[in-house]
């Protein structure tokens, strides 16, 4: 028992290595970077979607297409009034190797009238579209999750 944690630990530090010797070649292939792809599971037609996107060079992101709902936009949270209301983002400044950072109470992609509901594990191909660099599709995976600190409303 005591052997297998060892070896596991020893093959999981190896990963690390290689992982780190493999991130400049990742770098110099791609302009964009996404992490954090997961969509949390969430009833009603409308989901959201908190990345971390990293570009290398300034940047922007126009827009953001799918054909798994309506209309995929980019909002924001501001208190207006004491009052905390989405706002639209039309164009997301990116600075080149600064990760912009999606969260819930802030920056999210809202995925608007999901043609179906969301089912836990479901794959959602978003195609995002820059200034600059050439269009990225990104990959989200439906994941269920287990902390409920996501208090943010959106419905309708
Ligand atoms: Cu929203």
């Not at 009034?81 to 190797?97: E, F, N, T």
Request: hydrophobic residues 45%.
């Amino acid at each position: 028992m005591k052997n297998n944690y060892v070896a596991m630990s020893a093959s999981r530090l190896l990963a690390a290595l290689a992982l780190t010797l493999l991130l400049p070649t990742l770098a110099l292939a791609a302009s964009v970077h996404f992490s954090e792809l997961t969509i949390p599971m969430h009833p009603g037609s409308n989901a959201v979607a908190y990345p971390t996107i990293l570009s290398d060079q300034d940047d922007s992101i126009t827009s953001i297409t799918s054909d798994c709902c309506t209309a995929v936009e980019l909002h924001t949270h501001e208190m207006k009034d004491d009052i905390m209301r989405m706002r639209r983002v039309k164009q997301l400044p990116l600075s080149a190797g600064t990760a912009m950072v999606f969260a819930p109470g802030g920056l999210h992609i809202m995925l608007i009238g999901l043609k179906n509901p969301l089912t836990e594990g479901e794959k959602f191909k978003l195609t995002f579209h820059f200034a600059h660099a050439a269009d990225e599709m990104v990959t989200f995976t439906a994941t269920h999750l287990h902390d409920a600190t996501d208090s943010h409303k959106h419905g309708e």
